[in-house]
């Protein structure tokens, strides 16, 4: 079995859950729900302004983020963060981030495929309306790339 990098990132479902790992110390990783892509090989985000992982990126750029989705989707996409919008227009106390990414790792094998990712939903009618706003100012910002 052939693995190659892809050249570009691929599709995914909106709200399919990412997993975002940072170092500056020990790894962390966290799981996010507002990954956009932004071009072929860039990715936006978003994290309230006091997340720890907000601060690890700041301290050293480099992360990693993993999408396992539906359609086969089983990437990392290594690069490196750049805070692009603080705060992010229309949602106070979020910053955008945008990962340049360098390398992409696929993960998927002949021998099995993602039929589904996992997805979440908010139980809050308030936290959902104010995801689906920052998910469409994370659009509209990779529109501007």
Same mark, same amino acid.
């Given at each position: 079995?052939?693995?190659?990098?892809?050249?570009?990132?691929?599709?995914?479902?909106?709200?399919?859950?990412? =997993?975002? %790992?940072?170092?500056?110390?020990?790894?962390?990783? =966290?799981?996010? %729900?507002?990954c956009v892509r932004a071009?072929? +090989?860039?990715?936006?985000?978003?994290?309230?302004?006091? +997340?720890?992982?907000?601060?690890?990126?700041?301290?050293? +750029?480099?992360?990693?983020?993993?999408?396992?989705?539906?359609?086969?989707?089983?990437i990392t996409a290594i690069?490196?963060?750049?805070?692009?919008?603080?705060?992010?227009?229309?949602?106070?106390?979020?910053?955008?981030?945008?990962?340049?990414?360098? +390398? =992409?790792?696929?993960?998927?094998?002949?021998?099995?495929?993602?039929?589904?990712?996992?997805?979440?939903?908010?139980?809050?009618?308030?936290?959902?309306?104010?995801?689906?706003?920052?998910?469409?100012?994370?659009?509209?910002?990779?529109?501007?790339?």
């Amino acid at each position: 079995m052939t693995h190659h990098e892809p050249a570009e990132l691929p599709e995914w479902a909106p709200a399919t859950v990412a =997993i975002l %790992s940072t170092g500056g110390g020990e790894p962390h990783a =966290i799981p996010i %729900s507002t990954c956009v892509r932004a071009g072929p +090989r860039a990715v936006l985000f978003a994290l309230a302004a006091g +997340r720890e992982s907000l601060a690890r990126l700041r301290e050293d +750029r480099r992360c990693a983020l993993t999408l396992l989705g539906a359609g086969d989707v089983a990437i990392t996409a290594i690069g490196h963060a750049t805070v692009v919008a603080d705060p992010l227009d229309g949602a106070a106390g979020v910053v955008a981030v945008r990962i340049g990414v360098e +390398r =992409i790792q696929e993960h998927w094998q002949d021998s099995f495929a993602i039929d589904e990712g996992v997805r979440w939903r908010w139980t809050d009618a308030e936290a959902a309306e104010r995801d689906e706003a920052v998910r469409a100012a994370l659009e509209a910002l990779a529109g501007q790339d």
